[in-house]
C-alpha cells in the first residue's frame, strides 16, 4: 500500500468546500447525520461500513438513536489525507 501524504491546510480547506456537511476538527473531518429513527441510522452505518471496506478504511461512527456522527482521519499519515476526502465524497453519494 502507497504512503499516503498529510494534506496541508489550504488543500484540506479546498478539499472540504467540495464536501456539503463536512467540517474539520483538528486532524478530523467530521459531519453528522440525523435520520427519522434508529432503524434507518443503522442501515446508514451498515452502508457506510461497506464503503469503508471498498476503501480500506476505518472511520470512526458515533450513533445515538437516530443521529450519526462520522470522523475520518488517517492514521497512518497523522492526519487528513485524499484517502479521506474520497472517503467523505463516496459517504455523500449514500445520502
Given at each position: 500500500?502507497?504512503?499516503?501524504?498529510?494534506?496541508?491546510?489550504?488543500?484540506?480547506?479546498?478539499?472540504?468546500?467540495?464536501?456539503?456537511?463536512?467540517?474539520?476538527?483538528?486532524?478530523?473531518?467530521?459531519?453528522?447525520?440525523?435520520?427519522?429513527?434508529?432503524?434507518?441510522?443503522?442501515?446508514?452505518?451498515?452502508?457506510?461500513?461497506?464503503?469503508?471496506?471498498?476503501?480500506?478504511?476505518?472511520?470512526?461512527?458515533y450513533?445515538?438513536?437516530?443521529?450519526?456522527?462520522?470522523?475520518?482521519?488517517?492514521?497512518?499519515?497523522?492526519?487528513?489525507?485524499?484517502?479521506?476526502?474520497?472517503?467523505?465524497?463516496?459517504?455523500?453519494?449514500?445520502?
Amino acid at each position: 500500500m502507497a504512503v499516503l501524504r498529510k494534506l496541508s491546510t489550504d488543500e484540506i480547506s479546498a478539499a472540504l468546500r467540495g464536501l456539503s456537511d463536512w467540517s474539520r476538527d483538528g486532524d478530523h473531518i467530521v459531519r453528522e447525520v440525523r435520520f427519522g429513527d434508529f432503524d434507518q441510522a443503522m442501515v446508514f452505518v451498515n452502508r457506510v461500513a461497506d464503503v469503508a471496506r471498498a476503501h480500506d478504511h476505518h472511520p470512526e461512527l458515533y450513533n445515538v438513536y437516530n443521529r450519526v456522527t462520522l470522523r475520518m482521519t488517517t492514521h497512518d499519515a497523522g492526519g487528513i489525507t485524499e484517502r479521506d476526502i474520497r472517503f467523505a465524497v463516496a459517504v455523500n453519494a449514500l445520502l
